[in-house]
């Protein structure tokens, strides 16, 4: 079955380094688009960085730029995203998405999302 297992968070002072992992199974890994989203308490789901299946292309949100990389690795069916200068507001359940259109069909992947949690 589908499996997508987040890996790498914790407890971090500010200015610290954090890299995620989300191992995945049960999908052709290389076909579908990885996405990190967020969710802080109190707050709306936030999308942080994608990555086009194959790599090509990536892109991060305004909020994480210059500080948050996203790379995947098809051979290990993994994506990661490396995390540095951590601040406060970094503080969130971290989780991965994978998705792909199939014809008309929209499939898409959760993982069940770790804490990170940055302390000033």
């Known amino acids: ?3 997508l297992v ?5 407890l971090v002072q500010s ?7 989300c191992a995945t199974s ?5 076909l579908y688009a990885m996405t990190w989203y967020r969710r802080a308490p109190g707050k709306e789901r936030e999308l942080v960085a994608g990555i086009s299946s194959g790599g090509g292309s990536t892109n991060v949100a ?7 990389t996203i ?7 993994t994506v990661y995203l490396q ?4 601040k406060p507001e970094d503080t969130a359940v971290y989780s ?3 998705a792909r259109w199939i014809d008309i069909t929209h499939r898409n992947y959760w993982g069940q999302g770790t804490q990170v949690t940055v302390s000033s």
Do not use: H, I, P, Y
């Not at 987040?6 to 914790?10: H, L, N, R, V, Y």
């Not at 305004?62 to 948050?68: A, E, H, L, P, T």
């Open 1 to 3: 079955q589908v499996q």
């Open 26 to 30: 049960g999908f052709t890994f290389s």
């Open 62 to 68: 305004d909020s994480v730029k210059g500080r948050f």
């Open 15 to 21: 200015g610290g380094s954090l890299r995620l992992s």
């Open 71 to 77: 790379s995947r690795d098809d051979a290990k069916n």
């Open 6 to 10: 987040e890996s790498g968070g914790g």
């Open 96 to 98: 991965c998405n994978a």
């Open 83 to 86: 995390m540095n200068s951590l």
